[in-house]
């Protein structure tokens, strides 16, 4: 139980911690915003192309700087059997594969 509450305690602190940036997002400009999502999509595409096999081929036709999180249209889909079939060229994390998840679940 000292564990569950050591995490417990360090996801408390690090809330605190970013308390302040995430409550003055609430007085963002909408362009702010359109601007912070437009990056944010940006990092999560590059991060998965970067470290993602199964993701770095679907997405290499794409131009990741022209795309807009309010049309996302031309981002291909990725259904769960795509998951299941590909989970350990998909995940960005090679130390992460379907056995070893499946084991842990048990």
């Not at 400009?29 to 990092?43: F, G, M, S, V």
């Not at 291909?76 to 070893?100: Q, S």
């Amino acid at each position: 139980m000292a564990d569950l509450q050591q995490l417990r305690a360090a996801h408390m602190a690090r809330a605190q911690e970013l308390a302040p940036e995430f409550l003055a997002r609430l007085h963002w400009t909408r362009e702010q915003l359109a601007a912070h999502q437009r990056q944010a999509l940006r990092t999560l595409l590059t991060t998965a192309v970067d470290r993602s096999p199964w993701h770095r081929k679907r997405l290499k036709n794409l131009d990741l700087d022209a795309l807009d999180p309010a049309d996302l249209t031309a981002l291909p889909v990725m259904t769960k059997a795509d998951v299941m079939a590909d989970f350990d060229d998909i995940v960005t994390d090679g130390r992460l594969r379907l056995a070893e998840v499946d084991e842990h679940l048990e």
